[in-house]
């Protein structure tokens, strides 16, 4: 069973940066690809960023790149998301989750393509 643990969520001004970690369980992280997904309220939860099984390949949103930038550590099983020039509007509740296929070639938006879901931690921005 792989269990997802999301941290580092906060409370910060709009321009401020904050950094959430995503920790795995289980010995088959490093062949997954991973993922960041957000949800605000009232909203469907949206692709945020994604990067691939070997970290040479990374996905983001539009309303996010320049601003936001994923990364993996597979020695440690963790996924990152380093967040800066942050906006009001990136309030939500984040998640990492696991891609479906093992080593996928190709990063996937969707949240179909991902059955393993964290419990999500909480990005107030405030204006």
């Known amino acids: 069973q792989v269990q997802l643990v999301e941290s580092g969520g906060g409370l910060v001004q709009a321009g401020g940066s904050l950094r959430l970690s995503c920790i795995a369980s289980g010995r088959t992280f490093s062949n997954y690809a991973m993922g960041w997904f957000r949800q605000a309220p009232g909203k469907e939860r949206e692709f945020v960023a994604g990067?691939?099984?070997?970290?040479?390949?990374?996905t983001y949103a539009d309303s996010v790149k320049g601003r936001f930038t994923i990364s993996r550590d597979n020695a440690k099983n963790t996924v990152n998301l380093a967040m800066n020039s942050l906006k009001p509007e990136d309030t939500a509740v984040y998640y990492c989750a696991r891609h479906t296929r093992f080593r996928a070639t190709v990063v996937r938006t969707t949240t179909t393509e991902y059955n393993y879901w964290g419990q999500g931690t909480q990005v107030t921005v405030s204006s």
């Open positions: 990067i691939s099984w070997t970290g040479g390949s990374t």
